[in-house]
């Protein structure tokens, strides 16, 4: 069973930084492209970022480019995000999500994604 299990989030305020985590399991990690979307509160789902199996290659949307960087360590299967000069716009439930199949894209929403974890930017 495919499991993604995001944690990370919290309350900062603007122009910090978090670091988001996903830990995967049941699927062979090193295998598969990896994204992070995300949905604002009363929003529809934003992808913000993918990356390929090794983690050469990054995508990023255009709201998100120079400040957030997407990476994995494929040794622990985990999948990460920093999140740099946040803003409020960025507050969000945040989610790790596993592409069909190797090949990075931007525009990748997944096929599976986890349960979230909310980020709030606030002051």
């Known amino acids: 069973e495919v499991q993604l299990v995001e944690s990370g989030g919290g309350l900062v305020q603007p122009g910090g930084s978090l670091r988001l985590s996903c830990a995967a399991s049941?699927?062979?990690?090193?295998?598969?492209?990896m994204s992070w979307v995300r949905q604002p509160p009363g929003k529809g789902l934003e992808w913000i970022s993918s990356?390929?199996?090794?983690?050469?290659?990054?995508y990023y949307a255009d709201s998100v480019r120079g400040r957030f960087t997407v990476s994995r360590d494929n040794a622990k299967n985990t999948l990460y995000l920093k999140m740099d000069r946040l803003k409020s716009e960025d507050t969000a439930m945040y989610y790790c999500?596993?592409?069909?199949?190797?090949?990075?894209?931007?525009?990748?929403?997944?096929?599976?994604r986890g349960q979230g974890t909310q980020v709030t930017v606030s002051s």
């Open positions: 999500a596993r592409s069909r199949g190797s090949g990075a894209f931007s525009g990748d929403y997944g096929i599976e």
């Open positions: 049941g699927f062979l990690f090193s295998s598969y492209a």
């Open positions: 990356t390929t199996t090794g983690g050469g290659h990054t």
